[in-house]
């Protein structure tokens, strides 16, 4: 079964305190690994597309990185409005659809 | 571009009504989707359209629901009769092309059914 599995389900940093969310899968024939930030209240909103392993894409803070089997989204050196919701998707398997994971709430204190 | 626009932002209504939401996706894009977002099972795809056409359906929970694309700048999702169980947070999101390609999302619907 196609799956999307990001841990931790949250995350408490402080401001300036680096770290890493997980995104694991398990899906035949990946075609692309999406992040998305989800804002309360808001629709989830487009940060990177990676397609092959050993890709990296970066925004500011931020930095994804792609392997066979999971995907990590880097942050360094956190500010509070990097504070959200973070979801990965995959496209890919049987149904060739957006498979979203649960997503990791994020949350930076001052 | 005002992105995707979605109506009503909310919708209170009592179990049993009819309930629509409308979608209308950024100009030029072909495929269009309507999600459903819940604490339990996160972001769910219930249909897709390309070119105004449904092509998957298999995410529609049951024959209660139904979604219309009459033309490309326009689609609603229905729900009737409505039950307590659909309260949840409904999206439409558009992407140029399907595959590989970045669907963009629009604020949401949030749906509350008493």
């Known amino acids: 079964e196609d799956q999307v599995t990001q841990s931790p389900e949250a995350l408490r940093l402080q401001e300036g305190e680096s770290s890493s969310l997980n995104c694991s899968y398990t899906v035949s024939g990946l075609r692309g690994l999406f992040w998305y930030r989800q804002d309360p209240g808001k629709g989830p909103e487009f940060l990177f597309t990676?397609?092959?392993a050993g890709e990296e894409k970066e925004k500011e803070r931020l930095k994804a990185t792609l392997t066979k089997k999971e995907s990590f989204l880097h942050i360094t050196a956190p500010k509070p409005e990097d504070s959200a919701t973070y979801l990965c998707a995959v496209y890919g398997g049987s149904q060739g659809n957006l498979i979203f994971g649960k997503g990791t709430k994020l949350s930076v204190k001052p | 571009d005002a992105g995707v626009i979605q109506s009503p932002r909310h919708e209170v209504t009592e179990m049993g009504q009819e309930v629509t939401l409308r979608c209308k996706p950024i100009s030029g894009h072909n495929s269009l989707f309507w999600y459903r977002q819940t604490m339990m099972r996160g972001l769910e795809l219930l249909i897709y359209f390309n070119n105004n056409v449904p092509i998957d359906d298999s995410g529609m929970p049951e024959d209660r629901f139904s979604a219309k694309m009459p033309n490309a700048s326009f689609s609603t999702l229905k729900i009737q009769p409505s039950e307590p169980r659909d309260s949840a947070v409904y999206f439409c999101?558009?992407?140029?092309?399907?595959?590989?390609?970045?669907?963009?999302f629009g604020p949401g619907t949030r749906l509350l059914v008493l």
């Open positions: 990676l397609y092959s």
């Open positions: 999101a558009s992407s140029f092309l399907k595959y590989q390609e970045t669907q963009y």
